[in-house]
């Protein structure tokens, strides 16, 4: 037993595969992802893609519409996730409540949800209700009525949701980062919306921004589960094929964000207990093919205890509880960020240090071949662990055909990582990763209102 | 019956389970370690959790933590592996793992590449079979398990949840954390750690869960290699637990002059899961505060009343019984609180009705096997059956038993487990006693 793991360990620089053996007699194909996706496109402009899973009699529903934060102009900032809240109401043929009623009585799980680039909806259900599903999102689609007195409650309820925010320092923390962080772009506004923006919706204001986001051809509808493509276009075209489609051109505010002259630090003191130390440097969007490699550089830099800055500020320096790192980023630009729990608010400037020493390093240095294959050892099979949950799969597909046009991205995200070099890895370090660039936030204690 | 299917139904004696519709297979070795497999061959992946029946429940006197301490502490060095070894194996190989603990277990749960299990059962069988909790790494795990404890009072929803804890259960283990508290987790060692090994991770007190692309009778012959010689030992019981139920509604407001909505967790004693009536109990909870949208307190208090964005209550599910609460965040509170302790008043004088039974039913029989389609969630599913004696045939009994519940037993329940005007209160807030104008409370300064 001992022999077989110390073996692994001195072999571990080689692919996992090629010493064990035994285990390969286990081993089961995966069927390619793609030879399981299907997809087709209604005269009206909506976009079905199908992924066919009869592992369970299960399946996954879902509609993804092209708005969100991204798309809504100041003063009206948190629309779209009113817009969410609204449609689960009163449509002209079903009665409020009816949606969550409906679904229940068959066991599904529903829920819609608001983010920067799409508001989405599902429902996962056993596979004999699934049309249920369909006729809903159809009717949610284009027959929501928002009567006046539903306004009313419901935006409380969202007022509500917004204080919620407002009284968890963190999420204030992060809210407060992103507009440092994005000067100009839509990314500072945060998905709910200003306080005061929220407050001020009015029900004309709700129709109108559903009326003109909400129909086939600003949609994605997904299809996941044990349903064949057969069955699935004739229902697809039954429930949505008569729906009005108007496409919505999407702004393009890629340039909009002034070019950096200098870092850019936020102070806030909060009633916490626990110091947070957050940097984060803009980093290319998806239609940018470097995009991939800060996903790599930030798994290098603190994703695990084998991660960089785990040794040094953890292991080494004994500065910090915990550090990770991750590349936020969807369409456009975003930030690749590295949060750190200081022992204590005093030793922040001594871990900028150590942060900042690293990234210098990983601009200068090659990153081993060891260190690069390990994120690329992680990425595929993180990408089989994806296809377990067929709301997972779904997710995916919605979100690659929203943000890059094509649900075919993140197939080619996947192979950009496998392609990805040390050099690309410093190079995108020094060209991204400088001082010139950096936001830094920290989040320390309130003492006087302690 | 021919042949071929006497022999196989010889071969299949240690099987239990629905072999048709579920291949779910249990069987223990002679030490008493029980394995169940879960076949499932989509996808070359598995899903590995060992547990141990033994969770916070059994942590020391004043050291709370020590449970989930020992579980993140088998990552953390063995016999023959350093933390950074283990690591470097699992990271190398892409898998994902963790320690975790709750009142009623401790767990590591590994998901691997179907290439890497043997790998994956060696490891486990070192860090189960060979820890060495090393001084330093134990220095690192309580660092951080102390700013997590420390960072959760950070949130408002955690604090109340934690007053509230203290308040019911007093000195029971129940009154914290499963992973302990600031004032606890300093005071553990090594060798308290050490201890908590010896007499808790033994093979008749843990079991091990294998979902995946998976033969059960090669995992059963792999398990068995690795563990066989293991040796079992006594199983402690956990202590009693004595809960009282307050003669009358005792409130605790604890004042927060920053904040712009009130939090609110109220509640009192709850019922083990164990209870013979645990399903109608769950019933009846789903219908006065379970989905947001539509139970009777997610009804008054959001749609109607338009008061909050989350309400709900639930019964705590472990193996000794604990809370029944329910939440709410406001800027209404005296109006959201008024109308929870009516609908719970409700419940308990005049019950549900048909339609609303009718609709949980399907509810819980609909949504039960979308909770295990995914090999995570079967894992899950698995765990709890197991950890709680439920038998692997309840996957299939489960939904017969929702149906068969009657409309009746969902209204006793009601009587039987919930107390209006007995509760316990926390409330945080920017908000005065005068302003929340309860009556016929007792204040706790």
Redesign the interface.
């Known amino acids: 037993?001992?022999l077989?793991?110390?073996l692994?360990?001195l072999n571990?620089i080689t692919p996992?595969?090629s010493n064990?053996k035994?285990?390969?007699q286990?081993?089961?194909?995966?069927a390619p992802i793609e030879s399981c996706i299907g997809e087709f496109t209604l005269n009206n402009g909506l976009h079905v893609i199908h992924y066919f899973?009869s592992?369970?009699?299960?399946v996954s529903v879902n509609v993804y519409y092209q708005v969100g934060s991204y798309d809504e102009p100041p003063g009206i900032t948190g629309i779209s996730h009113m817009v969410e809240h609204m449609s689960?109401k009163h449509t002209d043929i079903y009665k409020?409540?009816d949606f969550?009623?409906m679904l229940?009585?068959?066991?599904?799980?529903n829920n819609g949800f608001t983010s920067t680039y799409y508001t989405g909806y599902y429902e996962?259900?056993?596979k004999k209700?699934w049309e249920l599903a369909l006729k809903m999102e159809a009717a949610r689609m284009h027959r929501c009525v928002f009567p006046d007195s539903e306004f009313?409650?419901?935006?409380?309820?969202?007022?509500?949701?917004r204080?919620?925010q407002?009284?968890?320092?963190?999420s204030v923390f992060w809210e407060q980062f992103e507009a440092v962080a994005f000067l100009a772009h839509p990314h500072r506004n945060p998905t709910i919306g200003w306080a005061d923006d929220v407050e001020k919706f009015t029900v004309e204001k709700v129709r109108e921004w559903y009326k003109k986001h909400y129909n086939p051809a600003n949609a994605v509808l997904v299809i996941a589960g044990d349903v064949r493509l057969e069955e699935v276009k004739p229902k697809v075209e039954k429930y949505f094929g008569r729906i009005k489609g108007e496409s919505v051109p999407r702004k393009n505010f890629y340039n909009i964000e002034p070019p950096f002259s200098g870092e850019r630090r936020l102070i806030l003191r909060k009633?916490?207990?626990?110091p947070r130390l957050l940097i984060a440097f803009p980093t290319p969007g998806n239609r940018d093919s470097l995009y991939i490699v800060g996903d790599v550089v930030a798994s290098i830099l603190g994703q695990?205890?084998?991660s960089r800055l785990y040794r040094t500020l953890?292991?080494d320096s004994?500065l910090a509880?915990?550090v990770s790192a991750w590349n936020s980023v969807e369409r456009d630009p975003g930030l690749l960020e590295i949060m750190v729990?200081p022992?204590d608010e005093s030793l922040i400037p001594k871990i900028e240090n150590v942060i900042n020493a690293e990234l210098k390093n990983m601009a200068t240095e090659l990153v081993s071949d060891h260190e690069l294959?390990?994120v690329k050892?992680?990425?595929?099979?993180?990408s089989?662990?994806e296809?377990?949950?067929?709301s997972d799969i779904a997710w995916l597909l919605a979100t690659s055909q929203i943000n890059a046009g094509d649900w075919r991205d993140f197939l080619l995200q996947m192979e950009r990582i496998e392609k990805t070099t040390t050099s690309q890895v410093r190079a995108f370090c020094r060209k991204y990763l400088t001082e010139q660039r950096r936001i830094v936030g920290i989040l320390v204690s309130d003492k006087e209102?302690r | 019956m021919s042949f071929r299917s006497r022999k196989s139904f010889i071969f299949l004696l240690p099987i239990i389970g629905n072999l048709l519709a579920t291949p779910l297979f249990r069987d223990s070795l002679s030490n008493g370690l029980v394995i169940l497999t879960y076949e499932?061959?989509?996808?070359?992946?598995i899903d590995i959790s060992f547990v141990c029946r033994s969770g916070a429940l059994f942590d020391p006197e004043g050291k709370a933590g020590t449970a989930g301490l020992c579980a993140e502490m088998l990552f953390r060095g063995t016999k023959?592996?350093s933390?950074?070894?283990i690591?470097?194996?699992l990271?190398?190989?892409?898998?994902?793992y963790r320690a975790g603990v709750d009142f009623d277990h401790c767990y590591l749960t590994f998901?691997?590449?179907?290439?890497?299990?043997?790998?994956g059962l060696?490891?486990l069988?070192?860090m189960v079979l060979e820890p060495s909790f090393p001084i330093d790494e134990l220095t690192?795990v309580q660092?951080?398990a102390?700013?997590n404890a420390?960072?959760a009072?950070?949130?408002?929803a955690t604090v109340i949840g934690m007053e509230f804890d203290r308040l019911l259960f007093g000195p029971h283990r129940f009154s914290l954390p499963p992973q302990g508290d600031t004032t606890t987790l300093q005071k553990i060692t090594c060798s308290d750690l050490q201890n908590f090994h010896k007499i808790h991770f033994v093979p008749n007190n843990c079991f091990i869960v294998v979902v995946g692309?998976?033969?059960h009778l090669?995992i059963k012959q792999e398990i068995s290699?690795?563990f066989a010689g293991w040796r079992s030992g006594p199983v402690p019981e956990p202590k009693p637990l004595e809960l009282y139920l307050p003669e009358k509604t005792r409130v605790k407001l604890i004042t927060?002059k920053?904040?712009?909505?009130t939090?609110i967790q109220f509640g009192h004693p709850g019922i083990s899961i164990y209870e013979q009536d645990i399903i109608p109990t769950r019933l009846m909870s789903y219908i006065l505060g379970g989905?947001p949208?539509?139970s009777r307190m997610g009804?008054a208090v959001?749609?109607?009343?338009?008061?909050?964005?989350?309400v709900r209550c639930w019964f705590d599910r472990r193996s000794l019984p604990g809370a029944f609460r329910a939440t709410v965040?406001?800027?209404k509170p005296k109006e959201a609180i008024e109308k929870m302790f009516a609908e719970i008043t409700r419940m308990c004088q005049t019950g549900a009705d048909k339609s609303e039974l009718?609709?949980a039913q399907?509810?819980?029989?609909?949504?039960?096997?979308?909770s295990y389609?995914?090999?995570?969630?079967k894992l899950n599913r698995v765990i709890e059956l197991e950890l709680y004696h439920l038998g692997t045939n309840w996957l299939t009994e489960f939904p017969e038993k929702v149906e068969a519940t009657t409309l009746a037993q969902v209204n006793e329940a009601a009587k039987r487990h919930l107390y209006p005007n007995h509760y316990i209160v926390v409330i945080m807030g920017n908000i005065t006693k005068d302003e929340l104008n309860l009556t016929d409370v007792e204040w706790i300064e």
């Open positions: 037993m001992v077989i793991t110390v692994y360990l571990a996992p595969s064990t035994g285990p390969e286990l081993l089961v194909a995966a899973d592992s369970a009699p299960v689960f409020p409540g969550d009623r229940d009585s068959v066991g599904a799980n996962v259900l056993a209700h009313a409650s419901e935006h409380q309820v969202v007022a509500e949701e204080r919620l407002d009284n968890r320092p963190t009633h916490i207990n626990v695990g205890r084998k953890i292991i004994a509880t915990s729990t022992k294959q390990r050892n992680q990425t595929i099979a993180a089989l662990f296809r377990d949950d067929i209102a | 499932d061959n989509r996808l070359p992946i023959n592996l933390a950074d070894s690591a470097q194996i990271d190398f190989m892409g898998a994902q998901r691997l590449l179907s290439r890497d299990l043997f790998t060696d490891l069988a070192e690192r660092e951080q102390l700013a420390l960072r009072y950070d949130n408002p692309a998976v033969d090669k290699r690795r927060r920053e904040m712009n909505q939090y989905p949208l539509s009804l959001r749609e109607y009343g338009g008061l909050a964005y989350d965040q406001t800027a009718l609709k399907n509810y819980f029989i609909g949504s039960f096997p979308l389609s995914s090999n995570q969630g």
